[in-house]
């Protein structure tokens, strides 16, 4: 089953579905989009502050704790 093949049989279970539940689909892959650009969003600043934490964190007075 190819990806096309894939697209086309969720295309065909949302078609049959009832118009409420259809918006429902939608809602819910808002929702799936949202969440996935939420993440994307979080690790890119975490991305962005590893080279600044990294400064204030590597220093002898906190050696200790990278042993734990």
Known sequence: MGPNSKEQTLLEKIRSLPPEK????E???DFLRERLS???L???A???????FAKVWDNED???YDQL
């Open 46 to 52: 975490t991305r962005l502050s590893e080279d600044t």
């Open 38 to 40: 939420d993440r994307q």
């Open 27 to 29: 809602d819910f892959i």
């Open 22 to 25: 259809a918006a429902e689909v």
């Open 62 to 64: 906190d050696a200790d």
């Open 42 to 44: 979080a690790q890119a």
